[in-house]
């Protein structure tokens, strides 16, 4: 079992930045990936960025230039560092980690991008 933990979120006027964090424990020597997605009212889930565990990082479109995924293999966190943020970046981000059986959701954080 992998239990993972966000926080870091909260309200930002546009053009502002947040970092999000997630903090796993468990079996986490099972994780092969990590990563952020996010889920805004009345849309489906979406992917934000994902890291392996080798460093290589892929982003959504959507987010590229913007937002910097990251970890800390000593603390076995991940960071979404979120710059230039804009209001449909609203949404409540979601970590995930996954196994070669199994794939991990944290609780949620919210994240809205307001005036």
């Known amino acids: 079992q992998v239990q993972l933990v966000e926080s870091g979120g909260g309200l930002v006027q546009p053009g502002g930045s947040l970092r999000l964090s997630c903090a796993a424990s468990g079996s986490i020597f099972s994780i092969y990936v990590m990563g952020w997605y996010r889920q805004a009212p009345g849309k489906q889930r979406e992917l934000v960025a994902t890291?392996?565990?080798?460093?290589?990082?892929n982003y959504a479109d959507a987010v590229k230039g913007r937002f910097t995924i990251s970890r800390d293999n000593a603390r076995n966190t991940v960071y979404l560092q979120m710059n230039s943020l804009k209001p449909e970046d609203t949404a409540v981000y979601y970590c995930n980690a996954r196994s070669l059986s199994r794939i991990y959701w944290g609780q949620g954080t919210q994240v809205t991008v307001s005036s």
């Open positions: 890291i392996t565990t080798g460093g290589s990082t």
